[in-house]
Each structure stands twice: as C-alpha cells, then as structure tokens.
C-alpha cells in the first residue's frame, strides 16, 4: 500500500515513514508545498491530509490529485504519531 502524507511537521517526517514501514506501506511525506507537487504525488492508495499544518493551496493541489487519481483521502486535524497509527489502523485493515 502507498501512502502520501501532506502536512505535518517537518522534524517529524523521518518517523511518519518509519510508522507507515511499520504497517507495510510505502511513503512519501510533503510538509512543505514544492512547486511541482502535483507531479511528486504519483498515483497512491491512501492520502493523509494533516490540515492543521498545510496551507490551503497544498490541501486544494492534493485533493485535486487525489480525485484525479481516485485515492481514497483521510483528513487529521492533528499531525502526532498515535493519530497516524490510528489512522493507519483502520486503512490497512480495511484492505
């Protein structure tokens, strides 16, 4: 299972992909919006949206990916470890 996370802080990335390791998934982590972001994405299974910490931009450019490439999109107010694992949790054994 891919995985993109958007948002969250950026001292945090390393451990958001060794959870989602962890739970057999692959990962990439975007805390900051880049200019070709919509082109980084690829084409993944799950999209994290941390929306405390993303701009509205980056949300607006990953849900238009996401929709584009029909990835299923879960949104988190909070960017801490237990709110990945939980979410984590509930995706990877919906499968």
Known sequence: MSVVIIGG?????GQYEKICKGYRCSAKVFTQMSAN???QIGRPDLMVLFTNTVSHKMVRCALDEAKRTNARVVR???SSKSALMEIL?????EL
């Open 9 to 13: 802080h950026d001292r945090m990335a």
């Open 37 to 39: 972001l919509a082109k």
């Open 76 to 78: 988190c107010h909070t």
């Open 89 to 93: 949790e509930k995706e990877v054994t």
